[in-house]
């Protein structure tokens, strides 16, 4: 896995295989983020299920300003802080060690305003009647927002759901294979 895009384009990622992780393919993260386009240029982004952290490197090579990624499998841990030692990214990365509903109760205190929400949960977890919705509330009611922020999210194809939970629209949503990405925006 390599980084696409942005000042560090080419770098290897190191990554492993298993059952508990499902890393976002390149193909993906390409799309993602030429949807984006200039919406990361000095965000601050919170990565929830950062797995490898694949999408939160990918953001700070791209100019995001900084980035939290929550994880809490301890062999993706030591794959983020390998990958963030390797790629020089120390003071721009924060790693948060916990399930994310606890680490969304940890930022709440925190001053940070985050502009991008990356959510790649285990599609397990989005599965149940409106599993979407309340993740997507979950987040807002938890953690810091700027009135514009964007929040990620990677499904299952066939879940179905509506546009999302009230203050929020979704703005896209896009196939890749058995991938669905939608975007939701808030809003004002």
């Not at 390409?30 to 919170?46: H, M």
């Not at 194809?157 to 203050?167: A, H, R």
């Amino acid at each position: 896995m390599r980084i696409i895009g942005g000042k560090y384009k080419g770098h290897l990622l190191k990554t492993f295989s298993g059952r508990t992780i499902r890393p976002t393919s390149e193909k993906v993260r390409e799309a993602i983020f030429n949807i984006l386009g200039s919406e990361i240029e000095a965000a601050e982004v919170l990565e929830l299920f950062a797995g490898t952290g694949a999408l939160g490197f990918e953001a700070l090579s791209r100019g995001a300003k900084m980035v939290t990624m929550v994880e809490k499998d301890r062999r993706a841990l030591k794959i983020i802080r390998e990958n963030t030692r390797i790629l020089g990214f120390r003071d721009s990365v924060q790693i948060i060690s916990r399930d994310y509903r606890s680490a969304l109760r940890q930022i709440a205190g925190e001053e940070s305003e985050y502009h991008l929400v990356f959510a790649d949960p285990p599609y397990r977890l989005l599965g149940g009647k409106g599993g979407i919705e309340k993740l997507l509330s979950l987040v807002d009611s938890s953690v810091s927002l700027t009135p514009d922020a964007l929040i990620v999210v990677e499904h299952f194809l066939k879940i179905d759901f509506p546009s999302g939970p009230p203050g929020w629209i979704q703005v896209k949503r896009k196939q890749y294979g058995q991938t669905g990405v939608s975007i939701f925006q808030r809003q004002n």
